[in-house]
């Protein structure tokens, strides 16, 4: 004799929540905080020079945690946003100049460490700006009785580091500017080019003017990098909206050369 429709729907059930008991992830009851500062660092060394400093790096949670920390290359996109990418080669890294000490350890609940980094570079390195990472990962130990399925969850936290090394000079320039809706808000877009050897890292505002020439708004341009032979999109959110016409964009950036970038440009708010 066939069983009831409901008696399969409860089985299904029942079978649901057993599959899902086991397979999926618990919420997570206590997840790990851990502090690292200073979060970017940028050096002047000469070629063939060497020099050592330290992070700090301190356990904000409950209990022990244990970190292990590397060098890595990162990039940045055309929206800014960091790319870690490993071992992977980049432009201008200096990821293999650097060495950390101690690599792997454990801290317990409120402890602070040191973690010394050395950077030796090349004595026939090309003068320009390099950049890499070093990145602390707490290490999830495995407790007894972790049941199937459950998953270690793992924090990560990447300084920036910059080293500059000889006498080289920025070269950027100013490409264009957007003006966007996301949303209700209404966003400036700055492009951004590096067409020289190191990095360097913007300084600056935009006055926005109506068309009877009155100032209406200055917006800060944000303190952000942009990599040597790349270029980005920094985006800067207006605090308050235009209302509809039309406007003159007049933005002025230091790239830390002796002339600023600059560019004009008007711009029609619908």
């Known amino acids: 004799m066939n069983k009831p429709r409901w008696c399969w729907l409860i089985f299904l059930a029942f079978l649901c929540f057993l599959l899902s008991s086991i397979m999926l992830p618990p919420a997570l009851e ?11 660092v940028e050096h002047k060394i000469k070629p063939g020079g060497r020099l ?7 356990n904000n949670a409950n209990r022990p945690i244990r970190l292990k ?26 990821k293999d100049w650097i060495k950390v000490n101690p690599f792997d350890f454990r801290l317990q609940p409120g402890e602070m460490k040191q973690v010394r980094y050395t950077i030796s570079v090349p004595e026939d390195i090309e003068a320009g700006g390099y950049h890499a990472a070093v990145s602390f990962e707490n290490v999830p130990e495995t407790p007894e009785g972790m049941r199937l399925g459950q998953v270690a969850f793992t924090a990560k936290i990447a300084a920036a580091v910059y080293v500059v090394v000889g006498q080289v000079e920025p070269r950027g320039s100013l490409d264009e500017a957007l003006f966007e809706k996301s949303g209700n808000n209404q966003i400036l877009k700055i492009k951004i080019s590096n067409s020289g050897k190191t990095h360097f890292r ?3 505002e935009v006055v926005i003017k109506n068309i009877q020439g009155k100032k209406v708004n200055t917006l800060e341009v944000p303190d952000e990098p942009v990599l040597p032979t790349s270029w980005r999109y920094v985006s800067i959110p207006l605090k308050e909206n235009l209302p509809p016409g039309s406007y003159r964009l007049e933005i002025r950036i230091d790239i830390g050369r002796e002339e600023l970038l600059g560019l004009d440009k008007e711009i029609e708010v619908k």
């Open 30 to 40: 206590a997840q790990i905080f851990f502090g690292v500062t200073p979060i970017r």
């Open 52 to 58: 050592t400093d330290v992070f700090y790096v301190r």
């Open 69 to 94: 920390v590397y060098p890595e290359n990162w990039w940045l996109k055309e929206d800014g946003t960091p790319s870690f990418v490993g071992q992977q080669e980049v432009s201008f890294s200096c």
């Open 202 to 204: 913007l300084k600056g």
